[in-house]
């Protein structure tokens, strides 16, 4: 296929993934509107159709609690394909929604959007949600200053070995039958286990069990740990914050003194044994053994680390496409199943926005070129095998389709 052809086909799978206002992430195995997928949609929309990507992030932000959350599911209509539904998470939201968040990654793309096509006054009108948003995330996610995680579902990077020490100490023994949708959809091979999803559903009975009230999940919840990847990004996202607010003649100092207050916590997710900043259990101090692409996010909150970046680049160089979600040299890697070792072109976006602001150009069209590669072999899929290219996960991938038009498939790539 030429990159002519590959292009039309993103904008196909944007339009077909297009539920009316908001956008599926893929048919089948996700029905809703999810997050940080909308937020990357959007990105996509943006390089054809402008009004379309501003409408997504409206629709996103529509379904905002009153708390400022924006949940990382909007289960806008009923679709019995997907589990966990509605009433399995029942916090009584209109539109029904999920319990969590998802990484805040919309005031990055907002920004890159209105510097790409501009809409002043759809920023403006989003401007304070995005504030009450970073709000909640300093309020009920950052304990110590650095931002947690209360579900490995609220990372987006769900099965992470970064997630392993607190998962061992949720009890998923107590959750009852329930029936799994994600593996009639796609290879069970490459989706979470078993005992993940038992704890997984232990997590959302625990929320809900307590009506998603933040003070008793975050004292008291079965999960809490330090994710380095939603640091960086947050920290990100105030600053792009901060200059959105600068555009539209609003007062910078709040995102940016948020920013500054995680900036100054980081020192307590150095893991000096792997010279990397790493996931961290809240609630016991452990560390997650082994460096994953969390740490590669620094660069997108201006972190430089010369210890933890060459580290990093050992790791990039132990497979031939993209940053792998986790080191290749650990024992916990698995190149298939999902974040326990795939390349996802969407993190590979995310740090390439890192790469750029840092001027590491060389670096950036690499990852571009071997994001490109992988698309242009396997398709618009959710994540792929970084040692041999092999397309895994749901196919006609919306965030994927986006990242190519916005990012991958830049002339130069
Ligand atoms: C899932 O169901 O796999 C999702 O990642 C949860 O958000």
Same mark, same amino acid.
């Given at each position: 296929m030429t990159m002519t052809d590959l292009d039309a086909t993103a904008r196909e799978i944007l339009r077909g993934n297009d539920r009316g206002g908001y956008t599926i992430p893929t048919a089948g195995l996700y029905p809703f509107q999810w997050n940080w997928d909308s937020a990357f949609a959007a990105w996509g929309f943006s390089t054809f159709d402008p009004d379309r990507a501003w409408t997504e992030?409206?629709?996103?932000?529509?379904?905002? +609690? !009153?708390? /400022? %959350?924006?949940?990382?599911?909007?289960?806008?209509?009923?679709?019995?394909?997907?589990?966990?539904?509605?009433?399995?998470?029942?916090?009584?939201?209109?539109?029904?929604?999920?319990?969590?968040?998802?990484?805040p990654v919309a005031a990055i793309l907002a920004r890159k959007i209105h510097d790409s096509v501009g809409g002043t006054e759809r920023l403006r009108a989003l401007y304070p949600r995005m504030l009450a948003w970073h709000r909640w995330w300093r309020?009920?996610?950052?304990?110590?200053?650095?931002?947690?995680?209360?579900?490995?579902?609220?990372?987006?990077?769900?099965?992470?070995?970064? +997630? !392993?020490? /607190? %998962?061992a100490n949720v009890d998923g023994s107590q959750v009852g039958t329930y029936t799994r949708r994600d593996t009639g959809h796609v290879d069970a091979s490459m989706r979470p286990g078993k005992e993940?999803?038992?704890?997984?559903?232990?997590?959302?009975?625990?929320?809900?069990?307590?009506?998603?009230?933040?003070?008793?999940?975050?004292e008291d919840g079965p999960f809490l740990m330090a994710d380095p990847a939603i640091t960086f990004i947050l920290i990100r996202a105030n600053r792009d914050l901060a200059a959105i607010a600068e555009t539209l003649g609003e007062d910078p100092t709040e995102p940016l003194a948020m920013a500054a207050e995680i900036?100054?916590?980081?020192?307590?997710?150095?893991?000096?044994?792997?010279?990397?900043?790493?996931?961290?259990d809240a609630r016991t101090g452990e560390f997650a053994s082994a460096i994953s692409s969390g740490a590669a996010l620094g660069l997108l909150a201006g972190v430089e680390n010369a210890a933890m970046e060459e580290k990093l680049a050992a790791m990039w160089d132990r497979v031939?496409?993209?940053?792998?979600?986790?080191?290749?040299?650990?024992?916990?890697?698995?190149?298939?199943?999902?974040?326990?070792?795939?390349?996802?072109?969407?993190?590979?976006a995310l740090i390439a926005i890192g790469l750029t602001s840092a001027g590491r150009s060389a670096e950036e069209r690499r990852l571009r070129k071997e994001t490109a590669e992988l698309i242009r072999s396997g398709g618009f899929f959710e994540y792929f095998d970084p040692l041999d290219a092999t397309p895994c996960g749901g196919d006609r991938f919306t965030w994927t389709a986006a990242i190519w038009l916005a990012w991958a498939n830049r002339e130069d790539a």
């Open positions: 992030l409206e629709t996103l932000f529509s379904a905002q +609690w !009153d708390t /400022g %959350m924006v949940p990382h599911i909007v289960f806008h209509k009923e679709d019995d394909g997907y589990f966990p539904g509605p009433s399995v998470w029942g916090p009584g939201t209109t539109p029904a929604s999920s319990g969590i968040s998802q990484p309020d009920w996610r950052c304990p110590e200053g650095v931002a947690c995680v209360t579900h490995p579902w609220e990372s987006g990077r769900d099965n992470c070995p970064d +997630w !392993d020490p /607190g %998962m993940d999803y038992d704890r997984y559903i232990a997590m959302v009975q625990f929320g809900r069990a307590c009506g998603w009230d933040q003070k008793t999940i975050l900036e100054a916590a980081l020192p307590s997710i150095w893991n000096d044994e792997l010279q990397a900043y790493c996931a961290r031939r496409y993209g940053i792998p979600s986790n080191d290749p040299a650990a024992d916990s890697f698995d190149p298939r199943r999902y974040w326990r070792g795939p390349t996802w072109p969407v993190v590979n």
